[in-house]
């Protein structure tokens, strides 16, 4: 029984050692072969960047509210535009118990600000605003669509 014990306990050390030798690390290197197919590090695959981030038109505003009805109510938008955006505007759009102000689609000439949405809820109920961002990303259409809910009370 120690026996078998021993040989076991000399075979999982004997293992692990091989696994941690500096030789052992060095065998990595041989994957950069170009001949070492799919996993070189050589191939065309791995030579692309993982992850190529988009800019992207920030929008923040509250999610959900709750308002009285047939009161005059402000949603406040902040944006943030990056370098690459042009001809940026927003649109909006809502149930047909929420009443708008804007029926015209807004242009933001300015690369960061806020713009104050005036708005009516004409009954009871739950609503909502979308909110539709169409522009130009370096020459390519662009379009970000945000909803906001509305409860009348």
């Keep these: 029984m120690k026996t078998k014990l021993i040989a076991s306990l000399s075979v999982a050390t004997a293992t692990l050692a ?17 001949m070492f197919g799919q996993f070189s590090r050589q191939h065309q695959i791995m030579r692309q960047p993982i992850f190529v981030r988009q800019p992207s038109l920030v929008l923040r505003h509250e ?28 649109a909006f759009t809502a149930s047909e118990g929420v009443e708008l102000k804007a029926l015209e689609p807004v242009v933001l000439t300015e690369a960061k600000g806020q713009y104050s949405l005036d708005y009516k809820a004409k009954d009871q109920g739950d609503f909502d605003i979308v909110i539709t961002a169409t522009a ?8 970000k669509t945000r909803t906001v809910s509305v409860t009348a009370i």
């Design 136 to 143: 130009l990303n370096n020459g390519e259409p662009y379009t």
């Design 63 to 90: 999610i959900a509210v709750t308002v009285n009805k047939k009161e005059q109510s402000v949603l406040n938008i902040n944006y943030r535009l990056p370098e690459s955006f042009s001809n940026v505007a927003l």
């Design 18 to 34: 091989t696994l941690f030798s500096a030789q052992t690390l060095a065998y990595c290197d041989f994957h950069d072969d170009s």
